[in-house]
């Protein structure tokens, strides 16, 4: 069994008092948030853990607590956090919140190449702790929360300093301390972004580019009928029935199926009888649509454009220079630059600064397929030159025909990764 540390539960505005106290005595403060986004369809922020000056506090956020002065303070603290994205975000969503700087022990984690950087793995592997994982997918919006509940907020930042202590040891011995910072710092101008907001494309799921008119008009449909009913049983989207199940019904209408032949093949689990009847109005209202009338997408981001030959050619090259770098420092290649990244480095070399973080583009930058005398670049320079274009090197690049012997034929896959499609099957 797990020694679970002492903390002090705060859900009554005078408990806040010992919390502000600590904070203004200390520069750093252990973070880390609960949330019931797998219960609510409107994401809230649940539960603060906190671990200031040898004392852990667990702050009720859904108490009726002015937290204002817990922010202003918070604002003008290192953090140390584990995975700080989603907590980020979800602050800045709630309050506007931007941390000053932080750790995020599972950044630090990934660029040590551990194989498993979760909390519970690293906790584990250094002190010997399990932490309930059973209580990672609760709901921590109901109230009381339970003992066990509390415990394991508590476990969750009580070792977060001494995991930082000895994540920041092995950074320094590899030299990659000033890496860490510059994600880290990454991270929080991400977060600052929020989460995406509504958008009215955002029912073109997965292979929804597959569908024809028909199905797109009925996926329209199917989409916000769902959106309907999760906020009115306040769950999230995917506990009405999921994203498969909704491409599913928008083939059946390519294939010409008619409202109620798609209602009777499927079962929309324990609240199909009150589901089933808004549904086949959807349906309907789906199939009649003029398919025109639906929302136009968006015009294509310049950096979502194909890439040429020549640019794919340099997207090969580039990523067979970034493996390389990769295997020699035993790291995760796309902690150097992922997919996506590689074609905006393709599309436009000269601002490879503006895509990747310092310690990433200057790994890459002396690497050939960005250098000048780079075979390949003399040749895409000589048959510029010979059509009277003057070219810069970050317009270099080469085709198929003109690749030196041994080089990788350009590949036709320009995206990062194949765009997620959220395809959870229907809960029953």
């Given at each position: 069994?797990?020694?679970t540390?002492a903390y ?15 904070l203004?005595r200390?520069?750093?403060a252990?973070?880390?948030?609960e ?5 609510h369809y ?5 539960l603060?853990q ?14 009726p607590?002015?937290l204002?002065p817990l ?6 603290k290192?953090?140390?956090m584990?995975g ?7 602050l800045y969503?709630?309050?506007?919140f ?9 950044l630090a ?5 551990r194989q498993?950087?979760?909390l ?14 059973d209580?990672q997918k609760?709901?921590w919006?109901k109230?009381p929360?339970?003992?066990r509940l509390l ?9 977060l300093?001494?995991l930082r202590?000895?994540?920041t ?16 710092q990454?991270?929080i101008?991400a977060?600052?972004?929020?989460f ?14 597959r569908l024809?008119?028909?199905?797109l008009a009925?996926?329209?449909a199917?989409?916000?009928w769902?959106?309907e009913?999760a906020?009115?049983l306040?769950?999230p989207?995917?506990k009405v029935t999921g994203?498969e199940?909704?491409l ?6 390519d294939?010409g199926l008619?409202?109620?032949a798609m209602v009777?093949s499927?079962?929309?689990g324990k609240?199909?009888?009150r589901?089933?009847?808004?549904l086949?109005?959807a ?14 997408r968006r015009?294509r981001?310049?950096?979502?454009q194909?890439?040429s030959?020549d640019e ?5 090259r580039?990523?067979t220079?970034?493996?390389?770098i990769?295997?020699r420092l035993k790291?995760?290649?796309t902690?150097?630059?992922n997919?996506?990244q590689?074609a905006?480095?393709?599309r ?9 973080l310092?310690w990433?583009s ?7 397929a960005?250098?000048?005398?780079h075979p390949a ?6 048959r ?5 274009k003057?070219?810069?090197?970050g317009e270099?690049?080469?085709d198929?025909?003109?690749?030196p012997p ?9 995206s990062?990764?194949?765009d997620?499609s ?7």
């Amino acid at each position: 069994m797990n020694a679970t540390p002492a903390y002090q539960l705060i859900d009554r505005p005078e408990q806040l008092a010992p919390l502000l106290a600590a904070l203004d005595r200390v520069q750093e403060a252990s973070l880390d948030t609960e949330a019931d986004n797998l219960y609510h369809y409107r994401t809230r922020v649940c539960l603060l853990q906190f671990y200031v000056d040898g004392e852990i506090y667990l702050v009720d956020v859904l108490a009726p607590i002015d937290l204002k002065p817990l922010w202003s303070r918070l604002a003008t603290k290192h953090l140390i956090m584990h995975g700080s994205d989603f907590d980020v975000r979800l602050l800045y969503d709630l309050c506007h919140f931007r941390p000053k700087s932080l750790f995020d022990t599972m950044l630090a984690a990934q660029l040590l190449n551990r194989q498993r950087i979760g909390l519970a793995a690293l906790l584990e592997e250094h002190f010997g702790v399990e932490l309930d994982k059973d209580s990672q997918k609760a709901n921590w919006s109901k109230r009381p929360l339970t003992q066990r509940l509390l415990d394991y907020a508590a476990l969750d930042v009580y070792y977060l300093p001494r995991l930082r202590d000895l994540l920041t040891s092995e950074l320094a011995v590899a030299e990659r301390l000033e890496w860490l910072d510059q994600q880290c710092q990454r991270q929080i101008e991400a977060g600052t972004l929020g989460f995406p907001r509504d958008d009215e494309n955002g029912w073109r799921l997965g292979r929804s580019e597959r569908l024809r008119p028909t199905g797109l008009a009925v996926l329209h449909a199917v989409w916000h009928w769902r959106e309907e009913w999760a906020r009115k049983l306040d769950v999230p989207p995917f506990k009405v029935t999921g994203n498969e199940l909704l491409l599913r019904i928008a083939e059946s209408a390519d294939h010409g199926l008619s409202a109620r032949a798609m209602v009777e093949s499927m079962h929309l689990g324990k609240r199909h009888d009150r589901l089933a009847p808004s549904l086949l109005q959807a349906l309907e209202a789906g199939l009649a649509r003029d398919p025109h009338t639906l929302p136009r997408r968006r015009g294509r981001d310049p950096n979502q454009q194909p890439l040429s030959a020549d640019e794919l050619a340099l997207q090969d090259r580039l990523k067979t220079d970034r493996d390389r770098i990769a295997a020699r420092l035993k790291l995760d290649p796309t902690l150097i630059a992922n997919r996506a990244q590689l074609a905006q480095v393709a599309r436009a070399p000269d601002k490879v600064d503006q895509v990747l973080l310092p310690w990433q583009s200057g790994l890459l930058r002396n690497e050939p397929a960005l250098r000048a005398d780079h075979p390949a670049n003399r040749v895409a320079t000589e048959r510029a030159e010979r059509s009277g274009k003057t070219v810069t090197q970050g317009e270099l690049s080469f085709d198929e025909t003109n690749s030196p012997p041994g080089e990788k034929s350009p590949s036709t896959d320009v995206s990062d990764q194949t765009d997620p499609s959220d395809d959870q099957l229907e809960q029953t």
